[in-house]
């Protein structure tokens, strides 16, 4: 069989790919450069110069930044330990980590109001011991809404994570140990260099998540729009169709971007930078490949 | 593996025996709101058709019709006036007279039958007592402004909720505005200063469990809300005065399902339908003998003394001019 | 030694905290959906309560109203592993096998969708296919979309991490032809990876919402967006309830993958 017969077999993929990807996606471009006197960039410059656009557009990109990057810290914690260390109930532990993954963001949404709304259960309980209900309604503050965002993060960055970390040979640490470089030393020069590229990948793997969700907003952000909600509100009130194609446009253009400029830096493949092997590096197609020993024999 | 494929292959037709069942879409059919939840389940009981909810508010379920011209999904919709009217002059309804269309009165429906009403409700400031944490029950309007009340002020957003635009809309000619609504955009303005959240959804259930302590809707839902629920909420009919909002419905223009949701049209202006909208405390547009206890339950009609009955042609004309400014002005 | 001490204990820390900041609004919603209904006071969604008696509480409830919904969703979760199947693994194969440059270029695209916000893709098919809108497929179609890349990553790592011609090789030198070969040797072969990745691509449809949410309508909606109808327009006890089916499905999908799954979960399921 020669390889073009071969790659037939990838048509209904390529079929698939073609009818629900791409011409969708051409489509959302062309509508998006539409406007009144034909073609131009009118829509896009309505999202910077109309305050709420711009506003939203803004937010989108701080709150997922800032998620991306307190998600890629804090969860280095769980995914050292899964990775390295041995404790009763891990599987469980770590069972119970992954859950938030499926969770669609309106659940998460509705976690964070049951904990943390204006009669939450953080509050009812901090009321019942301090006599004063702390946090009350923070769930719709800016920082109830990061935090909501960090909670379907969590299971993200930790596997993301922990599967670079596995690769790092806690021997070497003793090795290093041994010749009497201190904790400092070692944590500088040979865990930071190790899990910078994680780290790297963790971010853009988060930041695009956060970008994307559309649930948590819908029914948190009472003040704070994000973009996805202000596409909601096109489609849902008498929207402008070019505009609604823009914004888009624009977090499909912002999720790339940071996806690819990551890639680049780190000299990731794709694949890579979604399976975040965090060992990157090598040339793209033989660097993606997987080592007989990695994947799984049935 | 063999048991998936049975379970797939039984969800399949499941669905296709669904595919064959008697249905009638509306579009915004909220269970709890003007207990259409319990109105569905009694034609479903009654007839074996089934009325799935929806949770569009009007203007949504207005734009959505708008997008599904071509191929319209729905078969009726169900709006507060202003934006039945307005969906109506966008073409989108067919007109149908139902049974018991000659009682409605005229300026309640359309003459063609592109619209009509099927109850009316009021605005008021729903209040729960017990999440107002010791502060005084508001009695107006003005008493909203106060700072005492910050954070604690919900309304719909008018470019989704019907219920938000009648407000929105309303408050001028409350506040004895004239027709370039400045008296009412200037309380807006100030009103912003206290207001948590303009709902995108219905808040029904955030204001039974005191997650809102004020939420600015139907008088309906707040007097399900005491009575139904026995939840610690107040209706409060501001001393200002308040707008009728009529309640419409329309069948669509292309229904999928014409001759089903002619007969549900009919039934939803029949005694049954009209008794159980009364129970969520919406007042039937057909005569219909309540129960005393529950005649008792409604406020007395005085407090309804100041309210406005607003041309829902000039709302209508005004619609998009009014949500675009507010866009504008009051969300920013 | 002291100072690495205190590290490892900062990280457990850290870990404890994390792990009570997920598990505990789950445990307050179980709490909310087997609590006494008139300890909340809510009476008016007793109409549909009294349906299904045999069942507890407020399941009942949202069996009656939403029970529609979650067959929908379930028949959606398998038909969108069986569509990635058949879909996916030929086209794996197809470009683990040539290695060519048209291959990867296929597989950079399939892995796309993982990178374009739900929201804006929905946009899209709905832009694109207005003559269909209301069709249930649709959603499946924006399901498939979206579950595609992982099925496609699992298998085709799959098939890298065995050599591919060389097996092939002595099959054919023991006379197997092309059908038994795929049969015999390559399926076998990918049927753990192809568990993982149906397990993977039903947990991520089951709880699907950015792009089926827009495409849904009253006739077809997912499960989510019922949860989503719940949580503004019913009581707490309801919502609790309807939220403790949605975790009751999961659950269990997400244990299989933790344990079967094991180390090709970790490296696969982030990104989903």
């Known amino acids: 069989m020669n390889a073009a017969r071969k790659l037939a077999l990838s048509f209904p993929l390529i079929l698939l790919l073609a009818l629900l990807l791409l011409y969708p996606l051409a489509l959302l471009l062309g509508r998006s450069l539409q406007n009144a006197n034909g073609l131009g960039l009118s829509n896009y410059l309505l999202l910077f110069t109309e305050a709420p656009y711009r506003r939203a557009l803004f937010h989108s990109v701080i709150l997922s930044a800032l998620v991306a990057a307190l998600s890629s810290l804090i969860c280095l914690a769980p995914a050292w330990l899964f990775a390295n260390e041995n404790f009763p109930g891990k599987n469980l532990v770590r069972a119970i980590f992954t859950l938030p993954m499926s969770f669609s963001g309106i659940i998460v949404g509705f976690l964070a109001v049951i904990m943390l709304g204006r009669i939450g259960a953080v509050p009812q309980f901090l009321q019942r011991i301090t006599g004063h209900n702390y946090l009350a309604g923070s769930a719709y503050q800016l920082g109830g809404l990061v935090i909501a965002y960090l909670y379907f993060e969590i299971p993200r960055a930790t596997l993301t994570l922990e599967s670079a970390l596995r690769k790092f040979d806690p021997q070497l640490s003793v090795a290093a140990r041994s010749l009497g470089a201190g904790t400092w030393q070692r944590l500088r020069l040979l865990i930071l260099p190790l899990i910078w590229r994680p780290l790297v990948s963790t971010f853009a793997v988060t930041f695009t998540v956060s970008l994307g969700s559309f649930g948590v907003a819908l029914i948190l952000s009472k003040r704070f729009s994000v973009l996805p909600l202000e596409i909601f509100q096109q489609i849902t009130g008498y929207g402008n169709q070019g505009l609604m194609a823009a914004m888009s446009i624009a977090l499909v253009l912002l999720a790339c971007v940071i996806n690819y400029s990551v890639r680049a830096t780190s000299g990731l493949g794709a694949g890579q930078l979604q399976d975040a092997e965090g060992r990157g590096g090598a040339g793209p197609p033989s660097g993606r490949r997987i080592d007989a020993g990695e994947g799984t024999p049935a | 593996m063999k048991k998936l494929l049975l379970t797939a292959l039984g969800l399949l037709a499941a669905l296709v025996a669904h595919a064959q069942e008697k249905v009638v879409i509306q579009y915004d059919c909220i269970p709890n709101y003007a207990n259409w939840g319990g109105v569905t389940a009694a034609y479903m009981k009654e007839t074996g058709v089934r009325v799935p909810p929806d949770m569009k508010g009007s203007s949504a379920a207005m734009a959505a019709l708008d997008a599904e011209k071509a191929n319209p999904q729905a078969d009726c919709a169900y709006y507060s006036g202003a934006i039945g009217y307005q969906a109506a002059t966008k073409g989108l309804h067919q007109p149908y007279q139902p049974k018991g269309w000659e009682k409605i009165p005229d300026s309640l429906k359309d003459p063609e039958g592109k619209w009509w009403t099927v109850h009316t409700g009021h605005i008021a400031i729903l209040v729960n007592k017990s999440a107002l944490g010791g502060k005084p029950v508001p009695r107006s309007f003005a008493d909203l402004l106060k700072p005492e009340y910050k954070g604690m002020v919900v309304y719909d957003d008018p470019t989704i909720q019907g219920t938000g635009f009648t407000f929105v809309y309303g408050i001028n000619s409350i506040m004895g505005g004239g027709a370039d609504m400045k008296a009412g955009f200037d309380y807006l303005k100030k009103l912003d200063a206290n207001v948590v959240n303009y709902a995108k959804e219905n808040s029904y259930n955030d204001l039974l469990r005191g997650e809102i302590p004020i939420w600015i809707n139907a008088d309906g839902n707040g007097l399900k809300a005491q009575w139904v629920d026995k939840a610690p909420i107040e209706t409060v009919i501001a001393s200002e005065g308040t707008v009728v909002m009529p309640l419409v419905m329309g069948m669509v223009a292309g229904a999928p399902h014409p001759e089903e949701t002619k007969k549900y049209l009919d039934w939803c202006l029949g005694d049954s339908a009209q008794k159980l909208m009364a129970q969520s405390f919406f007042r039937p547009v057909m005569k219909v003998d309540l129960d005393a206890d529950l005649q008792k339950q409604f406020p007395p009609e005085s407090n309804y003394a100041k309210a406005i009955t607003l041309p829902l042609n000039e709302m209508a004309a005004n619609a998009d001019a009014v949500k675009a400014r507010w866009s504008k002005e009051i969300k920013r | ?272």
């Open chain 3, 1 to 272: 030694m002291r100072m690495d001490r205190i590290g490892i204990l900062a990280l457990y820390l850290i870990t404890w905290a994390l792990l009570i900041v997920v598990a505990a609004p789950l445990l307050v919603v179980l709490a909310g959906a087997f609590l006494d209904p008139s300890l909340l006071g809510v009476s008016s969604e007793r109409w549909a309560a009294d349906t299904s008696a045999f069942v507890p509480g407020w399941f009942g409830y949202v069996f009656a109203l939403y029970g529609r919904s979650m067959q929908f969703s379930l028949l959606l979760a398998l038909l969108s592993v069986a569509v990635c199947i058949v879909v996916s693994v030929p086209a794996a194969y197809a470009i683990v096998r040539t290695d060519s440059r048209a291959g990867r270029a296929l597989e950079e695209i399939t892995l796309l969708p993982l990178s374009i916000p739900g929201i804006a893709m929905s946009i899209g098919l709905i832009q694109a296919y207005t003559i269909v809108r209301g069709q249930w497929w649709l959603i499946l179609c924006g399901h498939v979309l979206y579950t595609i890349p992982l099925m496609m990553r699992v298998v085709t790592n799959a098939l890298r991490s065995f050599d591919l011609e060389k097996l092939e090789g002595v099959a054919q030198s023991l006379g197997a032809n092309r059908w038994q070969r795929s049969l015999f040797v390559i399926l076998p072969n990918l049927r753990h990876s192809i568990i993982v990745g149906s397990l993977l691509v039903f947990a991520i449809s089951w709880g699907e919402f950015n792009v089926s949410f827009l495409l849904n309508t009253p006739l077809h909606q997912t499960y989510p967006a019922a949860l989503y109808a719940t949580y503004t327009a019913n009581s707490f006890a309801v919502s609790s309830a309807a939220t403790t089916i949605f975790l009751a499905v999961i659950i269990p999908v997400l244990l299989a993958l933790q344990w079967i799954g094991g180390r090709e979960f970790n490296r696969l399921e982030q990104a989903a």
